[in-house]
Each structure stands twice: as C-alpha cells, then as structure tokens.
C-alpha cells in the first residue's frame, strides 16, 4: 500500500511540474501599428493599422497629457506658477483692509494658534486690488516658493469697528493658479476658486466672517459693528506637482481592439506610443511600439 501512495505521489508531482513547465513561457507579443503616412495637416484623422495580437495594448496619443515619457512625471521642471483672480472692495473707509499672504509652514488647522504660529508672509504689493469696481490682480508670479512641498495661500481681513462708517466689503472671484514650465504648457493647480479647499476661521470679531460659495469669497460689517479679523485659507499646495500622464487601454484579455484613430489639433511633433503586453501569473513580455508623427497648419 505504502509503494503504492509513494508511486502515485510520484505521478503526482511529475504531472504538477509538468503543467508549470508548460505555463511558465510567456511569449512576446506580435503586436505592430502603422499609419498611413508620416504626415498629416491639423484637425485630420490619423487612423492606426494593427497587425499581430497581444493580450493587452495601451495607446498613448503624444499630444498633451498622454504621453509616454511623462507617465511618471509627478512635478514640472523649472516651473512658474502664477496666480489670478478678481477682487471688488466698495463703501468704507478709502484704505485697503484686505491682504493677501502665504506659508510655507501653516500646519492647515484652523484655529487662531496656528494661523498666528506660522511665518506669513505678507505678498499684497504683487496684487492689483480693486479700489472700488471688480479689478483683476494680475499676474501674480509664485516662483519664489515653488520649492516648498507645500504653501497655503490666503486672504486677511481687518476691519476697524464701532465706528460710523461701515467697514470695507470685499468680494473675492476667478481665482485661479496655473503651473507653467518652459515651453510655456500650462498646467492647472486650481482652476477654479471652488477647487480651492478654503477654510475660515475669525481672529476677532466672529459675527462676521468669511462667506465660503463656488462662486466667491464674501466678507464686510455694517456701520457700529465690532471690529474684524477673519482669515480664509486654502488647502496645502504644490506648486509644481502635476499628475502623470495617462495612456488609454485600447485592448484587454476580454476585449478586442477596435479600429483607433485620433484627431490632432495643434502643429507638432509627436511621439505616438503603443504597449503591448501577454501577461499571467507566470511572467509578462512587453514590446514598445512609436510612430513620429509631423503635424502641420
């Protein structure tokens, strides 16, 4: 009985070896793409010819966003940040009651020790601030700070109370903070004030404080109200992260690959780039498969 068990123990494991042999070899893909030509005129059709198979394949197109070479690219090299928005100040007083500052050290916890613990600095004299209409800032250039791993940016509001005149409101909108590296691409850090993750928090007088909407930052006190000082900051910011850029899954072990093309918009070189893959638990072969691409007006 014993020799038995052992002899079918042997069957066995010469079976299981066996199957393992034979799943171990993942082959390489016989994958290829062309196009038609190597030159097209913006806004044609660039239609893509597959030949071989692969179990699966991704596309990265080259134009913006889906490019290979920056599918790991988390920061913009030498990047320039820049900061806009509007701002209406009316009635009050003629002085300016409203500054804007930023730190690269406030910890985000919104309350009067910590904002007063961190080292703002004061960067108003960059701002175009209204005097009365709805004025745009301008371009206010952050590039000074971009090596932090982070900054808040945000808006103060002193107001002097119990006075005959009412205090100063301000009425924040459009705000916008844009990347850009040295070929001038732009890339979004905030694109709209409701992406700005503010928060308010009063120093001093708390019956008036920031309103916080999609649209705008709101803040002024009547006449004979208590003085004010209310802060609105926004969540951590990198002013040079982006995210990586993206290729699109054209084809997977439960999909076949459709016809592909892709529309061109702007004049340019690009870098057209397919992956193909087999994959399984055993191993996986890749092949890389570019076409350069000539865009013209």
């Known amino acids: 009985m014993m020799k038995k068990n052992i002899f079918l123990f042997v069957i ?48 990265y197109a080259g134009d913006k966003g889906a ?27 003629p002085e300016r009651n409203l500054s804007l500052l930023i730190a690269t050290d406030f910890t985000g916890t919104m309350n009067t020790e910590n904002i007063q613990k961190a080292n703002w600095q004061d ?3 960059r701002v175009n601030f209204s005097t009365g209409t709805v004025v745009p800032s ?10 932090f791993p982070q900054i808040h940016l945000a808006f103060k509001y002193v107001g002097i109370g119990n006075t005959a005149q009412a205090q100063k409101t301000w009425t924040i909108t459009d705000f916008v903070l844009n990347t850009y590296d040295v070929d001038d691409n732009t890339y979004p850090i905030v694109r709209s004030l409701s992406e700005g ?19 705008d930052l709101w803040l002024g006190a009547n006449a004979n109200e ?23 899954a054209i084809k997977t072990l439960t999909s076949t690959a459709e016809p592909l ?16 893959k087999n994959q399984s638990i055993y191993g996986e072969q890749e092949v890389v498969r570019e076409i350069h691409l000539s865009i013209t007006d």
């Not at 490019?67 to 100040?89: C, M």
């Not at 003085?227 to 900051?233: A, F, T």
């Open 123 to 125: 960067i108003s004299d």
């Open 138 to 147: 301008g371009d206010i250039d952050l590039s000074d700070f971009v090596s």
């Open 12 to 59: 066995a494991s010469f079976m299981w070896m066996t199957s393992c042999d034979n799943g171990i070899e993942v082959t390489a893909p016989t994958f290829d793409v062309k196009t038609e030509k190597l030159s097209y005129k913006k806004e044609d059709t660039v239609r893509f010819i597959f030949s071989g198979d692969a179990e699966y394949i991704t596309f």
């Open 67 to 93: 490019e290979y070479k920056h599918r790991f690219r988390t920061q913009v090299a030498d990047a320039k940040p820049i900061l806009n928005f509007n701002s209406n100040g009316r009635y009050g007083p």
């Open 261 to 276: 093309s892709h529309v061109y918009t702007e004049a340019g070189d690009y870098v057209v780039t397919f992956i193909a």
């Open 226 to 248: 208590p003085s004010n000082e209310d802060w609105v900051i926004t969540k951590a910011l990198n002013l040079a992260s982006i995210n990586p850029d993206n290729g699109v």
């Open 197 to 215: 993750g503010w928060l308010q928090h009063s120093v001093e007088g708390d019956t008036r404080v920031w309103r916080i909407t999609a649209a």
